[in-house]
């Protein structure tokens, strides 16, 4: 080739190896076997083509947040996730935290030498459950959903009623540089939605602007495994959606599609997105000065309607609880209403209205 040493030609010190240096091509260039015509010749601009990257010395190391599984493991990866989606009727959210988690053991099984989800043994799983609680600091109940004895259950972290007046006072302050856009009617009403209805950060969302049903005061919302369900919103929280409907939400609506319908929408138009709701808790919470994510403000939506009366059965359907075995750990919380009932129903408590007489059965 043109310009290239002859195989047994020495090239001299301090000479850079050609070969690992970019290629280069000049635009307008004739053929090597051709000479350039006369009146021709133009400005030759080099175009660098980068040279291709070496290949790994050694496998790269799995991260440990991969979502795809090792290459034995595919077919059950994905016959897992159709399982998912369409026996268990998950959204993408759920979808893709189940995956995540799916193909991180298996790749644990691929390094310790297995092929097949069959070959998997319970002390292969113990030590990869030992990892997750070790390395990566997991809670018991965010690792497996395999039962154990040692599994504890953790209450959940509640507010006060007086701390809720206080959390949702702070976005009810206006600004006092307010812009043209009165945005913080769109941040009380999320956070009077999200106590007001126990909702879930996804779920509040995922909210249309037609699930919301003003005139009988119930919002309708989807839920884990695509389940719709109809909660109560009280008065405060139906105040606070129209104000910011008839106030805010026409000012952020481009009128473009780009809102796809929600009722909560972001400062360029679009449906709110979950790390924003985060954010904006954490702001009022910082105002009011408190310590709040999210789902505390749903942990004491079921609380305190437990407190104050609540079937245990309506607050699992309000809740959106598969099992009520879920919604039971609020009567752990608080331990006035166990006191009363206890105090109420036990016979050793209450005052009978007709003593046994001594010696008889009461029979």
């Not at 790994?56 to 994905?78: C, E, G, I, Q």
């Not at 752990?332 to 209403?337: A, G, K, L, Q």
Request: with cysteine; charged share 20%.
């Amino acid at each position: 080739m043109g310009g290239a040493s002859p195989p047994d030609s020495c090239e001299p010190r301090g000479v850079a190896d050609t070969s690992a240096m970019p290629r280069v091509r000049l635009r307008n260039q004739p053929p090597a076997t051709q000479p350039a015509k006369p009146g021709r010749e133009k400005p030759r601009t080099p175009i660098e083509v980068a040279a291709p990257e070496p290949p790994p010395t050694t496998a790269p190391k799995p991260d440990s947040n991969l979502r795809l599984p090792p290459p034995p493991f595919a077919a059950d990866h994905a016959a897992f996730l159709s399982f998912l989606r369409i026996e268990c009727g998950l959204l993408p959210n759920s979808l893709d935290a189940y995956g995540r988690d799916a193909a991180q053991l298996m790749w644990s099984l691929h390094e310790a030498g297995l092929t097949s989800l069959a070959q998997a043994q319970p002390r292969t799983l113990s030590l990869h459950l030992t990892t997750l609680k070790t390395q990566r600091h997991l809670d018991g109940a965010s690792v497996t959903i395999l039962d154990r004895p040692t599994r504890w259950k953790k209450l959940p972290d509640v507010l006060s009623p007086a701390q809720v007046s206080k959390l949702l006072a702070a976005a009810a302050q206006v600004p006092a540089k307010q812009s043209a856009t009165p945005i913080h009617l769109r941040d009380r009403a999320l956070l009077e939605l999200l106590y007001a209805s126990g909702l879930r950060a996804s779920e509040v969302c995922s909210i249309a602007l037609t699930d919301i049903h003003p005139t009988i005061g119930v919002v309708r919302v989807t839920g884990k495994g695509n389940k719709q369900r109809l909660v109560p919103m009280g008065e405060p929280a139906k105040q606070a959606i129209n104000d910011y409907i008839t106030n805010c939400r026409p000012k952020l609506d481009k009128l473009d599609g780009r809102s796809q319908g929600a009722l909560l929408l972001s400062s360029t138009g679009r449906p709110l997105e979950r790390v924003r709701v985060w954010q904006l808790v954490q702001h009022y919470a910082k105002a009011a000065g408190l310590k709040v994510y999210p789902h505390m403000l749903r942990h004491s939506f079921a609380t305190h309607l437990l407190i104050g009366g609540a079937d245990l059965r309506v607050v699992q359907e309000m809740l959106g609880h598969a099992d009520i075995a879920t919604t039971q750990i609020y009567t752990h919380v608080d331990r006035t209403r166990l006191k009363h009932v206890h105090k109420q129903f036990h016979p050793r408590e209450r005052k009978a209205p007709n003593p046994i007489p001594p010696g008889g059965t009461g029979l």
